[in-house]
């Protein structure tokens, strides 16, 4: 059974750093690895989906990245923002199986 | 453009009151899906629709039924809500090819209250 974790499951960081949000699964044969972004009392959305075939996907300011090995995805976003503030989730698919499986997010807070 | 539609965007009912979500979608997906999230807790599937088939998770309790009259609406009825029942509910949607990549769409969510 798929396991996904996001450990800190809270984060601070000053505006304009760039930062980290980290990702473990603990079934490398995933289809896929999506990351969505979550504002409070709102939907998710989508941000980027990894292939298990590829290593990295960018958009804009952010950058993921899947190693199956490890069992780890990351989520890099570059020159922090305000409105970057959100709880990021990350969610793993595996072959044979359609279904999500969800990490508990972490939520990141950009201060001014 | 909304491509995922959720409505109402917030319920309120009475416990044991019935009530009816509903979920619509733009995108032409053959799949459809049902999330309960709790507050801090990442979401949780309810079921969902291959095209007119239905899957229901082992453990989603009976007091929730699903409809999908066409490929465009799925609704989610819960029978007789109860106070644990309080949560937001997140419809999504993907296109199943087995040959692209298969990504989900979420609507915006109902946040359901409980009284």
């Known amino acids: 059974k798929q396991e996904v974790t996001q450990i800190p499951a809270a984060l601070s960081v000053p505006e304009g750093e760039n930062l980290v949000l980290n990702c473990s699964f603990t079934?490398?044969?995933?289809?896929?690895l999506q990351w969505f972004r979550q504002d409070p009392g709102k939907g998710l959305t989508s941000l980027l989906l990894?292939?298990?075939?590829?290593r990295e996907q960018t958009s804009g300011r952010l950058n993921a990245s899947l190693d199956k090995s490890s069992g780890r995805s990351t989520l890099y976003i570059a020159a922090s923002q305000p409105g970057d503030s959100a709880t990021y989730l990350c969610?793993?698919?595996?072959?044979?199986?359609?279904?999500?499986?969800f990490g508990t997010g972490t939520r990141l807070t950009i201060i001014p | 453009d909304a491509m995922v539609i959720q409505n109402p965007r917030y319920q309120v009912t009475q416990f044991g009151k019935p009530v009816t979500l509903s979920c619509s979608q733009t995108?032409?997906?053959?799949?459809m899906y049902w999330y309960q999230q709790k507050s801090s807790q990442a979401p949780k599937l309810l079921f969902h629709?291959?095209?007119?088939?239905?899957?229901n998770e082992a453990d989603t309790p009976d007091n929730f039924q699903s409809r999908r009259p066409n490929t465009s609406f799925c609704f989610l009825d819960i029978r007789s809500p109860g106070l644990g029942d309080a949560a937001m509910y997140l419809c999504?949607?993907?296109?199943?090819?087995?040959?692209?990549?298969?990504?989900?769409?979420f609507g915006p969510g109902t946040r359901l209250t409980v009284l």
């Open positions: 999504a949607t993907s296109r199943d090819e087995w040959s692209r990549r298969v990504e989900q769409f």
């Open positions: 079934d490398s044969a995933i289809y896929n």
């Open positions: 990894i292939q298990s075939s590829q």
């Open positions: 969610a793993a698919t595996n072959f044979g199986n359609e279904k999500l499986t």
């Open positions: 995108l032409n997906h053959n799949v």
């Open positions: 629709y291959y095209d007119k088939d239905f899957n």
